[in-house]
């Protein structure tokens, strides 16, 4: 075949790099489309790819540095002369500096190796985008480092880029892109001006480096103020320490962490705050007692409103308890022995002051209260005894937070009045006795027990003669532990109160009494209230009763009535009561009266009776009766016929009584109606009985909840409660009441009927809550984060309710019938308190479970600090809040745990035998909580610590 001599006009590029084959673009006329088409580099053929006529591309293959000839062919054979030259360049040797940085990017990083004859033809691109060159000079260029994107994290490859000539795809470096570090938390977050204040940061580094600290302020004014620590140490992969720097203007900084030797610092900052050394320049009170919890209040300047504000009692420390101003806070003395302590305080609880300040720590004092439980209603008289004359004038109380005034001041005791328990601090309360020159600490109080005073909920009869002995019968809740009192009190309006009190009592049931009434009381309306601790207190409530003088009996008409009852009588006498306690008695039959006329005439009807003549007498209230001699003649039955005998519920049926004469009654099942005898036809009506409320409405299921009943309009004899399809026998007690107990039955709601009234009334049946476990079974003071889960069984999710003690605890959640969550209340001070779980109004009994609110413990000392693997040995945990009760063990992470053999308010002591080498972390873990942690070595066993034997003959 034939081929046209191709013409070659230009080269693109013209120079290339000896590293690796090349691709040049040859540009022309007449290249033939064939496998002959080629281009000959020097001596070098290259394989080519037509395009056009006018174009194809040749790659060049790998050759020397210099200046050789480029020619193509159309047949492999005949190339072209056209005297084009191609450049080969010697490949650039050149590096990166640093090769790592922060994602975060803002770091200068340099190109080294390229001369400025070079410089001006190349740019950079990295992981494929081109970036800006800072600056060129000598034999290096500068860009900065940009963020790196989520396309491009980790290692990217960087590329120089000639104008002349693109370096080829090998021919880059390997930049890494790492995590910068970054501030978690530091502690403290403030120092003093002078410096050296040692500040650990919690973090996440890479520290292949030298760290920094950088601490900078930016001014308003544009005066900025950078200082940079180098005085760097390391303890963990995550915590380093660092010492600022010295002679820093007072204010706000923000600190960075570097782990690079400063070529980067960490993307976010922590705030830092440089004051002026603080200065104590009093402290008061400048005592207090051996078991702690005095507030002093510290006076000086420079106290910043800070959580790291701290007082010191000797090489105790304590946090601030309240901040007043930069002058002013307050502090809680801690335990301590009796004697002469340093005080001192610090801003951050490291750079603490040197004033020379002493503080007094003086044995507990022993004192008692009597009584120690008293009525929730108050107004009893309690007594502090052990306190002399000379404590006495400086002593005030503190009774569940609120101060109460002092009666009387004599002897050794001091004496106040009781007050009223609020919703607050029902059950037992704490007292203190406070000084004004030492408050006395919030271990040192005694324990008062509010109870519910005897409550009185009915009495029968509510009137009696002047003469006394009417035996009055009361009904209530009490708590019998003393002497029960009866005590009648009426206030004049002329101011000439009368009070009389009778110890004549006598117990017939937990919650029924019998009080004789006392002789010679002036008539009168008086209120009876009961008590049952020897007259201390008495009853929140009063019940009015009576006293009138005797009633007299002239006379009854008629004086005869049948056999079959129901004759109306009248009694005439005087002293009448319009009271329902107002009775005839026939015989030994007791009736009620049927109406009260005057003080003078009221009307009973006669009970049927065998024939005869017997008694008749009254009584104002059933039970003191008189003595007139009066008879009743009992008449043999009469004949007499109802006619009709059955009528509708609703009433209005005529009745005719044939065969009687005078006035009668009768009874019908519905109750008692009354007839009078104007004509021969006669009319009746009666009322239904009702029920409208029953008292409690929540039981449990396995029953006897006493169920109290208040029907209207009822006058059987038997009543009969239904639970569901249960029946149950009712009992009276008085005042219109009944009781009935329920029976056992599933949970659930169930109709609560009485039979023969109509009532829509529910009574629900709940398990009865019992508490098993709390976990965790302890939590902190001065928490609002305690929360705790109650373990156990029979919790209904509509009724539910948690105490602890006698406060209730509105943040719980019920989980299922055997969990509920549970917020426990804030304390100031450790304390034990009782989890109790209420179905409605209901209290397990089953529920005295124990939640210990304690100081968290501190550890400060681990002595050894290493132990022999694979041998028993002994380590001793200094600190402080450590229990005597509790149980702790000390978990070794990823091994094992091990129980401590001694338990001591500031140390523990742990038996340990583990076959491990090298350090391990440690903490110590109690009732569900557990400590900060620390770390133990274990030496290999050929190792001999001295110091490890030495502590253990010390123990042996």
Known sequence: MVYEMPRLIQLVPNTVQITRKQTITCIGLDFFHSNSL??????????????????????????????????????????????????????????????????AGGIEVTVIGFSLTDQSSITIRLAGTTVRVLSRGGNNLTFTLPEASDLNPGKVEVYMVD?????????????????????????PSSGTVEGHTRVTVIGSYDLRGQAYCRFHMQSLSGQDETVTSSAVERLTSSTI????????????FFLQVSDDHGSSYSSNRAAFLFHPRVELQGVRPSRGYTSGSSLVTCIGSGFLDSADLQCRFGSVKQSRLGWLSSSLFTCVAPANKPGNVSFEVSNNGQDYTSSGLRFQVLARREWQLSPTRGPTAGGIEVTVIGFSRTDQSSITIRLAGTTVRVLSRGGNNLTFTLPEASDLNPGKVEVYMVDSRVRVDQGDFRVFEYVEGPRILSLQPSSGTVEGHTRVTVVGSYDLRGQAYCRFHMQSLSGQDETVTSSAVERLTSSTIVCATPPSVSPGSFFLQVSDDHGSSYSSNRAAFLFHPRVELQGVRPSRGYTSGSSLVTCIGSGFLDSADLQCRFGSVKQSRLGWLSSSLFTCVAPANKPGNVSFEVSNNGQDYTSSGLRFQVLARREWQLSPTRGPTAGGTILTVVGVEGQVAFRLDVGTVFAFYPAS??????????????????????????????????TSLNLECMFA???VIGSNIGSGLWTCMAPPFTEGIVMFEVTGMQSDLRFVYVQQPIVITLQPSIGFVNSTSNNFL???KGFDRNHFDVYADSYKINQSVWVSSSIIQAF?????????VTIQVLNGPLISSYSQVKYMLLEPIKVSEIVPSSILEGTDGCITVNGQNFDTELLYQLILRNLNSFEAIKIQKDYLIFRVNESFRGNVTAFIQYGGMHSEEFTISFLPSMVVDTEFFEYVGILL
């Open 38 to 103: 080629t281009c000959k580099i020097g001596d070098t053929i290259g394989t080519s790819n037509w395009i056009s006529s006018s174009l194809f591309t040749c790659v060049a293959p790998a050759n020397k540095p210099g200046n050789v000839s480029f020619e193509v062919s159309n047949n492999g054979q005949d190339y072209t002369s056209s005297g084009l030259r191609f450049q080969v360049l010697a490949r650039r040797e050149w590096q990166l500096s640093p090769t790592r940085g922060p994602t």
């Open 163 to 187: 104008s002349r000539v693109r370096v080829d795809q090998g021919d880059f470096r390997v930049f890494e892109y790492v995590e910068g570090p970054r501030i978690l938390s530091l502690q």
């Open 241 to 252: 320490v660092c010492a600022t720097p010295p002679s820093v203007s007072p204010g706000s």
């Open 681 to 714: 036809d006669l009319k009746f009506q009666y009322v239904m009985p009702s029920l409208s409320s029953i008292s409690p409405s929540v039981g449990f299921i396995n029953g006897g909840t006493v169920v109290t009943v208040n029907p209207q309009h009822f």
């Open 725 to 727: 399809n249960i029946k």
């Open 790 to 792: 109650i373990i156990g």
């Open 824 to 832: 426990a209340p804030l304390y100031p001070f450790p304390k034990t």
